[in-house]
């Protein structure tokens, strides 16, 4: 796991010093503190900062192929690179070292932009070409692996992290306010946009070309074209425990210590599971608690799965004041704003788990693979809503919702039964109704907002899966948004954040593939989410763990904003120079922290949202 930076001068005017790019790429020391690398010519400038994880001797990048022609930068994992180099040295290629990383180049020289095809992993990487002054990169499937570019007449920059493309002094920081209502309404930015103008991101599946000035983006992965299944529940099960254990397998190679992340829910469970059986010791694991506040900790699940598998067990308890006494540097970290009250306990415990290993594998993607969120059970539930006769809901039902469910959860409801599933369902973080918009926004950016709706950045998702069932339709939008840009960025930036590698076995792109060739009933059925899943791994786990509700990454927010927390995110988002920013209409967001603290209704996931995106103002707008 590693941090690459890239500028490429399409005028050739001068050589960029090697001094420049150590600058540049010592930004990212966290995640590459092992080892630098920097190669310069009249034509490029690519630095590399190094976490060594297989091939600690000769893995070096930048590295070369034969007749130094090709040049790579490599962030991330190649799983299957052994299989990879015996295939091509069986065509006659021959290698210098034993990293993943020359199995790319060696794979570009052989097969040109189609070498992603044969790459299992997650990835990030730039191929310079001295002969044809050309530039490739490319990210895998999923999008594990960040990606930015910013370019101009003059030059192409790229690097892991925003804060690299920003240190070069080429780009201004400034805010793209097209995407603010974005952020509050989704909690992170659909891709290739982020909040920095004139920054974006490489999308996942894709690889870009950059000749003449130029730059060519050409999608290589189409999960959209992937067919759903007949096979019985029984072949799916079977099919289902044998990829998963191979995906698990791939992610244990490694030449430095490998832990899992337990947070006591399901799919960590399986995971640990799973690692267990292949190791012959004890797997290192990791959980996050909260002081006095037992009704949101996991603790106990986790310890029951840890004295199930026999790992050796690690925790750590977080208090309000830890909590937020990290978020600038959090969000330095992050780059992009993202509302997600995770991010936190997710870098904390990263720390604590650098303590003892250096990768850690966690459970991420089984959720939106398998039918995990109970948004998918709501959305259902609206939809039977929606087929009660109009006159009823409006004079009837509809004015009674937000009485019983508050202002915030009712008003949101409401708006969602009158809207097809294409606008109604944005992602399992879209929390901003059309009224709340509208108190919270001064008049002038409400209209601003207005114009720059996200739905069509949502609709060609839900285009490409027209013709599939409703739950699959909302789990591709979740793969292709809220998994990229809010779960996958999230991991990345808090695990590299402490220098530890994170490998995702449920998203193994094999793996993703065969999931969405399982029918949906047999993902939930009725209101049994992952059903398939619980299924195959009932005799596997503690039936505690099997039956237990889901809880996600609990986050006690509810609790402190309305107590330790009240007053201080008060006097941040009340300040003058907040409000200065003209976004918002003060008296309303008065209001919500003073329902907050009176516990009348909870407001804490906007306010959340509202604090982060000062915050980043401040770390990167107001430097």
């Not at 034509?43 to 990048?61: E, F, M, V, W």
């Not at 040049?71 to 990293?99: D, M, P, Q, V, W």
């Not at 007449?153 to 974005?182: H, M, Q, Y």
């Not at 039902?397 to 097809?420: A, F, M, N, T």
């Amino acid at each position: 796991m590693c941090g690459i930076y890239g500028m490429f001068d399409f005028h050739h005017s001068h050589k960029i010093e090697r001094k420049q790019v150590k600058d540049v790429i010592d930004v990212m020391q966290h995640r590459g503190p092992d080892e630098d690398g920097i190669y310069t010519n009249a034509h490029i400038a690519l630095g590399h900062k190094r976490l060594s994880i297989i091939d600690l001797s000769t893995g070096k990048q930048p590295l070369f192929n034969e007749n130094q022609t090709l040049c790579i930068i490599f962030n991330g994992e190649i799983y299957n690179f052994k299989e990879i180099r015996r295939s091509l040295e069986a065509k006659g290629h021959r290698f210098r070292t034993n990293s993943d990383t020359e199995s790319i180049i060696h794979a570009y020289e052989e097969y040109g932009a189609d070498c992603v095809q044969h790459l299992r992993g997650m990835f990030a990487f730039a191929v310079w070409d001295a002969t044809a002054k050309r530039l490739f990169l490319a990210r895998d499937r999923l999008g594990k692996k960040p990606l930015y570019y910013y370019m101009d007449t003059e030059r192409f920059i790229f690097a892991s992290e925003v804060k690299s493309i920003l240190r070069t002094g080429c780009v201004k920081p400034e805010v793209n306010s097209k995407f603010v209502d974005e952020f509050l309404s989704l909690g992170y930015i659909i891709s290739p946009n982020t909040l920095f103008k004139n920054i974006k991101s490489l999308p996942p599946a894709c690889s870009m070309m950059v000749e003449n000035g130029q730059q060519f983006i050409k999608k290589y992965w189409f999960l959209d074209q992937v067919q759903v299944g007949d096979l019985s529940m029984p072949t799916y099960q079977e099919r289902l425990a044998r990829l998963l254990e191979d995906a698990v397998s791939y992610r244990m190679i490694s030449d430095v210590p490998v832990g899992a992340f337990l947070s006591g829910g399901i799919d960590s469970s399986i995971i640990v599971g799973l690692m267990s059986k292949l190791s012959d010791q004890p797997v290192k694991t990791f959980s996050v608690g909260y002081k006095d506040l037992d009704q949101v900790n996991e603790l106990e699940y986790a310890r029951l799965v840890s004295r199930h598998f026999n790992t050796e067990h690690y925790e750590i308890i977080l208090e309000p004041m830890d909590f937020y006494d990290a978020i600038p540097k959090m969000l330095w970290h992050l780059d992009e704003p993202i509302a997600d009250q995770a991010c936190i306990p997710l870098w904390r415990l990263s720390n604590e788990a650098r303590r003892y290993v250096t990768v850690i594998l966690s459970g991420e993607g089984s959720d939106e693979l398998f039918a995990g969120y109970p948004i998918y059970i709501l959305m259902k539930g609206i939809a039977g809503y929606r087929k009660i006769p109009e006159f009823l809901r409006s004079y009837f039902l509809d004015p009674l919702i937000p009485r019983v469910l508050g202002e915030r959860r009712g008003e949101k409801y409401v708006e969602w039964s009158r809207l097809p599933l294409s606008k109604r369902y944005l992602g399992d973080m879209a929390d901003l109704s059309s009224s709340l918009r509208k108190k919270l926004y001064s008049p002038e950016f409400y209209s601003f907002s207005r114009k720059n709706s996200l739905l069509n950045r949502v609709k060609r998702h839900y285009d490409a899966v027209a013709d599939s069932d409703m739950l699959s339709k909302m789990q591709y939008l979740d793969i292709k948004t809220w998994l990229v840009d809010n779960l996958l960025l999230k991991a990345d930036k808090m695990t590299m954040a402490a220098s530890i590698e994170l490998r995702c076995p449920f998203l193994d792109h094999v793996f993703v593939e065969f999931s969405r060739r399982i029918p949906s009933n047999f993902k939930l059925r009725w209101l049994a989410t992952k059903y398939i899943l619980k299924k195959t791994y009932q005799g596997f786990l503690p039936k505690e763990i099997i039956n237990r509700k889901k809880r996600g990454f609990p986050v006690p927010l509810k609790y402190w904003f309305k107590s330790d927390l009240n007053s201080v995110i008060a006097e941040i988002l009340l300040d003058s120079s907040t409000l200065s920013r003209g976004y918002f209409n003060p008296q309303f967001i008065q209001r919500a922290i003073e329902k907050q603290r009176k516990n009348e209704e909870d407001f804490s996931k906007l306010l959340w949202s509202l604090l982060i995106f000062e915050y980043w103002h401040k770390v990167f707008i107001d430097k």
